[in-house]
């Protein structure tokens, strides 16, 4: 029986396996899908289906830059756990996921997943490649990719729990620009903050935080008529909180961002400005599965 790409199509969507695996196992089943299926549950080629349920929270963030960063690239891949974040086979397979998107034009995961990897076939069919051959649930969740005309230069904290890019809009390639770019994206991955600067900020994040200090100061039994000079205050504390360029330098008390960017302009003689920045932390807004060890071996030995 002939073997179509339709059918090829069908087996991928029900084990997860890559397409050749795919194509091979339903021409030794003569077309035969059920045969098939056994096939490749018989070579563990369908693995990937088995795991799709699972949470996959660990993993790892990492990033790739070009040789005069003007294009960077970060990208997140989990896996389920922490152990196989730190296996060397894993982590050569997130460095070519960084490369892919660092020399691709992918615009979104689908785009990406259907890229060439460089062991010839599409990205989506190694990495169900590596989930058969590591047995956990694994995934290629985000990515991003920054070109400039300035510099852009990134940070790693925690062996890749934290990866941090930042843009640098400048016309100075003095390798103190880059040094400026690795100690802000350090900041950042420190400090997380939400927006670059104060014109960054939602309006409705402003009215908001307003409304709850407001009500705040008069639940504290502050008088009216001076609650309003209070929230000001308040809010600006919080605002040096959550922009860059107003906190505290990590590294030097003394200065804010805004300060030490006007430092480093100063001395290479060239106008700086943070146009962007992205922070990736591994697993963040992925609802992990508490599991309890004692009761799952109880589970087993049932």
Same mark, same amino acid.
């Given at each position: ?28 089943? !003569?077309? &035969?899908? +059920? @045969?098939?299926?056994?096939?490749? %549950? ?5 693995? *990937? #289906? ?120 400048? !016309?100075? &390639?003095? +390798? @103190?620009?880059?040094?400026?770019? %690795? ?5 950042? *991955? #420190? ?112």
């Amino acid at each position: 029986m002939a073997v179509t790409a339709q059918m090829v199509k069908e087996l991928r969507e029900a084990t997860g396996a890559g397409m050749m695996d795919c194509k091979k196992a339903l021409t030794e089943a !003569d077309g &035969n899908m +059920e @045969r098939a299926v056994d096939i490749l %549950r018989e070579k563990g080629l369908s693995k *990937a #289906a088995k795991k799709a349920d699972r949470v996959a929270a660990e993993g790892l963030v990492t990033i790739k830059t070009n040789a005069d960063n003007t294009l960077a690239a970060v990208v997140e891949v989990n896996s389920e756990t922490d152990f196989v974040a730190k296996n060397q086979d894993f982590k050569d397979f997130v460095a070519d996921v960084a490369e892919m998107v660092l020399e691709g034009d992918a615009a979104d995961l689908d785009a990406l997943l259907a890229s060439n990897h460089k062991e010839g076939k599409a990205l989506k069919d190694v990495l169900n490649d590596r989930v058969a051959t590591i047995g956990e649930k694994l995934d290629v969740r985000r990515f991003e990719r920054i070109s400039t005309k300035g510099k852009v230069a990134g940070y790693i904290h925690g062996g890749g729990k934290i990866g941090v890019l930042v843009e640098l809009a400048t !016309d100075s &390639n003095d +390798e @103190r620009v880059l040094t400026l770019g %690795r100690d802000i994206a350090m900041q950042v *991955a #420190a400090m997380n903050p939400k927006y670059i600067s104060r014109d960054d900020v939602d309006p409705e994040y402003i009215a908001h935080e307003t409304e709850i200090l407001t009500q705040q100061a008069l639940n504290e039994g502050k008088p009216a008529n001076i609650v309003e000079k209070m929230v000001v205050g308040r809010l600006n504390k919080e605002l040096k909180e959550v922009c860059l360029v107003d906190q505290v330098f990590v590294k030097d008390s003394e200065l804010t961002i805004s300060k030490l960017i006007a430092k480093v302009a100063k001395e290479v003689a060239s106008d700086i400005s943070i146009a962007s920045m992205v922070r990736y932390e591994v697993g963040e807004g992925i609802e992990k599965r508490e599991e309890n060890f004692a009761e799952e071996v109880a589970k087993q030995m049932k």
